[in-house]
């Protein structure tokens, strides 16, 4: 054996539980596969599934799984976006269907790794958590025979007698916040231990974040609704355009509330060049918690909703709603409503249906079902040529209407869009030319139908409607919470350095004693001879340096540094 190779085993042997668990990190080592049947196996599997460099291959793994989730459309996220996707890529789809690459956060791979991360994550905290509690209850180990093989060392003569340094050492340490104790003829002190509480906080927040993630996933849910101003809302599933939820979610865990839109306000610039862009959206709203609860009026803002326990009520978008009347030949009411339209473009060019499904007799007493499509711009100008709003506020209206006769395909029990107009088994009405009847109205215009057929009025009344969507997420709450945990954690565990310091004053053979400090810390850095130095420095006032027995000059501390005396 080399002489390098002799003193590394001298200096382990030497410093024994000084120079050990600095850390509660398990040792890793090569793990060779046991030959003692399946209780051999399950250990030696348990062993490496709760090993750092598995928990940190399946975090790894948990994160390249998420990919494609966030690639392909997700049937529960968008179910019309991934029907697409099939239409478009007929040999991609069936082998995405097969992978469960259209439902990636409820697939068995995705699951599996999640859970085998949980567990590794849990297998290993445990251990780390009751080794760490062990150490606080327990005290920092006693100084090494050879205090000069340590990285930080330092010494000096003294006048003082052994038992003032000491004492004076504990008081220095303890007032440094050292977990300082006497030891023989040593004083013992570590300090750092945030270090290793962060550490184990962050990957215990891990744990929190993972539970969270799965509890959102699980009970979640996401609806939409529509509302015109003076439209009432409650928290029940019919009452929904568009609902989603986890698998796991009842329809009793929706929150009771209900709410009704009183009024909505939007306002814009009106010049330079971000003339039109939006300056706030507002929606005036009374809402009510429970069956019986106290009505309360609030308005709810873009990326400021209302929160009810665990449910949000976000203002997601925004378009208008002309009040349209329908009257039959005879000039009887079939038809009577805000009819709200879908926005094209910035300037809230819209359009939309008006369906009569119900009441509507034609000149000669036949049940018919009438459908207008709906054309509006908010803000016109004529000097354009073209039917594009120019503003997105309400500043020369126009709706445009094209109107059609015969069956809706409303009683065919196939859903159809309310936004849509099935043309199929209906007739256009055609003007005196024979071309498609058409007309733009002003608010209080009327497009009077052919052959005593009845009329549209588009009203001067012109209603906004408002979007919101509903959202429950009974794991937000503890995700933030295990997100920050996790920061604080981290920050800790590196910039947090564990170190210990030791002390030790004993009487020389010429009867003066010999002070000697030492220190080490988990990792090499400047900190720890920096430290040492400093404490070195205070406690050479309390016990100055005696003259050196082969000099008559006084002594001064020794500068600490790296690397041990030989």
């Known amino acids: 054996m080399s002489t390098t190779e002799t003193d590394k085993s001298q200096d382990q042997e030497d410093l024994g539980a000084a120079g050990s668990q600095l850390s509660t990190a398990p040792q890793e080592e090569i793990s060779t596969p046991p030959s003692l049947g399946v209780i051999g196996w399950v250990r030696w599997f348990w062993r490496q599934l709760t090993s750092m460099r598995v928990a940190l291959l399946l975090l790894l793994l948990l994160s390249l799984a998420a990919i494609p989730g966030s690639l392909i459309p997700q049937t529960g996220a968008d179910a019309g976006k991934a029907e697409d996707f099939r239409a478009a890529h007929k040999t991609l789809a069936p082998v995405y269907d097969k992978l469960g690459l259209f439902h990636v956060y409820s697939s068995v791979w995705f699951s599996a790794i999640y859970i085998l991360l949980f567990v590794s994550l849990i297998g290993c ?96 849910s996401d609806g939409t609704k529509l509302m015109v101003e003076g439209d009432g809302f409650s928290n029940a599933l019919p009452m929904y355009d568009d609902f989603k939820s986890g698998s796991l979610f009842q329809n009793d865990d929706l929150v009771p509330f209900s709410f009704d839109l009183k009024d909505f306000k939007g306002t814009y610039e009106l010049t330079g060049p971000n003339k039109g862009t939006p300056r706030t959206f507002e929606a005036r709203i009374r809402y009510s918690e429970g069956a019986y609860g106290k009505g309360r009026t609030t308005t709810v803002k873009v990326n400021e909703p209302l929160k009810i326990d665990d449910a949000k009520v976000y203002l997601v978008s925004h378009g208008y709603a002309p009040v349209v009347t329908v009257r039959d030949g005879k000039g009887r009411v079939v038809y009577q409503d805000a009819v709200p339209l879908l926005p094209l473009d910035g300037n809230v060019t819209s359009n939309g249906v008006v369906k009569v499904m119900d009441g509507y007799r034609d000149a000669k007493g036949k049940k018919e079902q009438l459908g207008f499509q709906a054309f509006f711009v908010p803000t016109f100008d004529a000097r354009s040529g073209t039917m594009l709003s120019q503003f997105p506020a309400l500043l020369n209206p126009l709706l445009a209407v094209n109107a059609y006769h015969g069956d809706l395909g409303v009683n065919s029990g196939i859903p159809q869009s309310v936004y849509q107009l099935d043309k199929s088994h209906m007739k256009a009405f055609k003007d005196g030319k024979g071309q498609l009847l058409k007309k733009l109205l002003k608010p209080g215009d009327t497009l009077t139908l052919p052959n005593g057929a009845g009329s549209i009025t588009f009203e001067k009344d012109i209603k906004e409607w408002a979007g919101f969507e509903i959202v429950q997420e009974p794991g937000s709450g503890w995700a933030l919470g295990g997100a920050l945990a996790a920061i604080f954690g981290l920050a800790a565990s590196l910039f947090i350095q564990r170190r210990r310091v030791w002390v030790r004053a004993v009487r020389g053979a010429d009867g003066v004693t010999v002070v000697e400090m030492a220190g080490l810390g988990r990792s090499e850095s400047a900190k720890v001879p920096e430290e040492l130095g400093d404490l070195a420095g205070i406690l050479y006032d309390q016990a100055p340096g005696a003259p050196d027995p082969d000099d008559d000059a006084s002594e001064s501390p020794v500068v600490p540094a790296e690397g041990a005396e030989k």
């Open 125 to 220: 905290i445990v251990p780390r958590t009751w080794q760490f509690v062990g150490q606080l209850r327990g005290r920092p180990p006693g100084a090494p025979k050879w205090l000069t093989r340590l990285p930080a060392y330092t010494t000096w003569r003294t006048q003082a007698d052994p038992e003032q340094v000491r004492e004076a050492a504990l008081a220095l340490l303890k007032k440094r916040r050292f977990r300082a104790h006497l030891a023989g003829d040593a004083v013992a002190a570590e300090k750092g231990y945030l270090r290793e509480l962060g550490n184990l906080v962050f990957h215990i927040a891990l744990i929190v974040l993972l539970v969270a993630f799965a509890t959102g996933q699980l009970y979640k």
